[in-house]
């Protein structure tokens, strides 16, 4: 009888501990995985970003007035800060704007069933404030490799915080030749005759298969 007791108090610990484990692993931004793939993390994506900033605190009501557009996409759907690194679509055959229509480019045509619905949502997301020659990184967990990224910015008069993105409000100033597998992509980039808040949208053409990656960081031009 002893023994059946110091059993049954032992389980509500070992639970506990999974518990606690089962967090740590989403806490952990470069942790290896079979499943994972990227984003940009800076400037950071829309929710990138929302998770790097409250991934530890996504249940604080602060949020709401700190962050606000990061609230509604946590209210929204918190997989799609915790599946930060899987927002993309599979066979596109490079026909972008047809995947993707004017209105829902932040959530790569409401990729994944309309997990990433929310970052579509016009409002004043949180910037980085960037140079208007910046460098971009692109963490790629599972080394995809790309075989381009094409790089657009906002042109000069859209406001992210009033307007929904569509392809007319766009330039491309960069688009890469390949990259070979590996997990951190780098490329500089020139936006020049910008100031305010702008988004800066990534598309990541990976290359182990037909799968693209589309991408909004928001930043401010000084």
Do not use: K
């Not at 906002?154 to 960069?174: H, I, K, R, S």
């Not at 910008?194 to 991408?215: F, P």
């Amino acid at each position: 009888m002893h023994a059946y007791r110091h059993a049954d108090q032992t389980r509500p610990l070992l639970r506990a501990f999974a518990l606690v484990t089962a967090a740590l692993l989403f806490l952990v931004p470069w942790a290896d995985s079979a499943a994972a793939h990227g984003s940009v993390v800076d400037p950071p994506s829309r929710n990138y970003g929302c998770w790097d900033r409250w991934g530890s605190d996504f249940q604080n009501p602060a949020m709401a007035d700190l962050d606000p557009m990061c609230w509604q996409a946590w209210q929204d759907n918190p997989n799609a800060m915790w599946n930060w690194n899987g927002l993309y679509r599979d066979n596109v055959g490079g026909n972008h704007r047809a995947a993707v229509p004017d209105g829902t480019l932040c959530s790569g045509g409401q990729a994944e069933g309309g997990r990433y619905n929310s970052l579509d949502t016009v409002g004043p997301w949180q910037t980085t404030d960037l140079d208007n020659s910046f460098r971009l990184h692109l963490h790629d967990q599972a080394s995809h490799g790309a075989d381009y990224l094409r790089i657009y910015v906002t042109e000069q008069g859209f406001d992210p915080a009033t307007e929904p993105l569509g392809w007319d409000d766009l330039e491309l100033v960069t688009e890469t030749g390949s990259f070979a597998p590996t997990q951190d992509i780098y490329v500089d980039v020139d936006a020049p005759g910008r100031t305010g808040h702008h988004v800066v949208y990534t598309i990541w053409q990976a290359s182990h298969m037909d799968q693209v990656y589309y991408l909004c960081s928001d930043v401010n031009f000084g």
